[in-house]
T-cell receptor, first 115, second 114 residues
Framework: EPEVTQTPSHQVTQMGQEVILRCVPI?????FYWYRQILGQKVEFLVS????????KSEIFDDQFSVERPDGSNFTLKIRSTKLEDSAMYFC?????????????FGSGTRLTVV | GDSVTQMEGPVTLSEEAFLTINCTYT??????LFWYVQYPGEGLQLLLK?????DKGSNKGFEATYRKETTSFHLEKGSVQVSDSAVYFC?????????????FGQGTRLTINP
C-alpha cells in the first residue's frame, strides 16, 4: 500500500535555529498538507498546498513557516527561527484528486523538540 | 467555520466492555466524516469513514453511523481489547472555495485494562 514518508522521525534543535522537515507524498496525489500536534493536544491544520502554491494556511502558519515542493517529489516544511512552542509532532498528509471520499494518507510524523 | 467536538477523555474501560466515543460536528453541507486512531508512538491512521448521511463506516470491530439529523458520528465497539488502547480523533473533510482540509476534534484517549 502506498505510504507517505517523513524524515527525520525525531529532530532536536536549539531555539533560533532553522529546521526543515521532509515528506515524500504518494506519487499520484496532488494535494499536500502539514498538520501539527502539540503533546497531548488536538491535531491542528497548518497549511495546504496544491498546484505548486499554498491554497490555505492557518493563523499558526506565520512568516516563520514556509513550504516547498522543490523537485516534484519532496514536500518540505521550513521553520526559519524555531521557538520553544514549536515543539510538536508534525504530520505530512496527501490527498488524491477527487479524494473527497478517500480521506488522507498521513505520514508517521516528525517529532520536533526545540531546546 | 467547520468544527468537530468530541467526548472529553480520558476513557478507561475493562476488556470486553462496550465502547462509545461521542462526536458531533458543525459544517456547511454534508462533509465526509472520519475516525482516525493514533497508537502510542505512532502517527495517524484512518480507522473508518462515511461519506453521506446514514452511511455506516466499519473496521476492526469499530462502527460509526453518519447521522445528519443529529450531526453526529459516534464511534462504537461492542467488546474492546487491550490493543485498542490509543487516542481516537473524529474529523471532517472541510471544502471551502475549492480548498480542502481535515478538521479534527480534540481527541479521546482510550485505555483498556485487562
Amino acid at each position: 500500500e502506498p505510504e507517505v514518508t517523513q524524515t527525520p522521525s525525531h529532530q532536536v534543535t536549539q531555539m533560533g535555529q532553522e529546521v526543515i522537515l521532509r515528506c515524500v507524498p504518494i506519487s499520484n496525489h496532488l494535494y499536500f498538507y502539514w498538520y501539527r500536534q502539540i503533546l497531548g493536544q488536538k491535531v491542528e491544520f497548518l497549511v495546504s498546498f496544491y498546484n505548486n502554491e499554498i491554497s490555505e494556511k492557518s493563523e499558526i502558519f506565520d512568516d516563520q513557516f514556509s513550504v516547498e515542493r522543490p523537485d516534484g517529489s519532496n514536500f518540505t516544511l521550513k521553520i526559519r527561527s524555531t521557538k520553544l512552542e514549536d515543539s510538536a509532532m508534525y504530520f505530512c498528509a496527501s490527498l488524491s484528486v477527487g479524494g473527497r471520499a478517500e480521506g488522507y494518507t498521513f505520514g508517521s510524523g516528525t517529532r520536533l523538540t526545540v531546546v | 467555520g467547520d468544527s468537530v467536538t468530541q467526548m472529553e477523555g480520558p476513557v478507561t474501560l475493562s476488556e470486553e466492555a462496550f465502547l462509545t466515543i461521542n462526536c458531533t460536528y458543525t459544517a456547511t453541507g454534508y462533509p465526509s466524516l472520519f475516525w482516525y486512531v493514533q497508537y502510542p508512538g505512532e502517527g495517524l491512521q484512518l480507522l473508518l469513514k462515511a461519506t453521506k448521511a446514514d452511511d455506516k463506516g466499519s473496521n476492526k470491530g469499530f462502527e460509526a453511523t453518519y447521522r445528519k439529523e443529529t450531526t453526529s458520528f459516534h464511534l462504537e465497539k461492542g467488546s474492546v481489547q487491550v490493543s485498542d488502547s490509543a487516542v481516537y480523533f473524529c474529523a471532517l473533510l472541510s471544502i471551502i472555495q475549492g480548498a480542502q482540509k481535515l478538521v479534527f476534534g480534540q481527541g479521546t484517549r482510550l485505555t483498556i485494562n485487562p
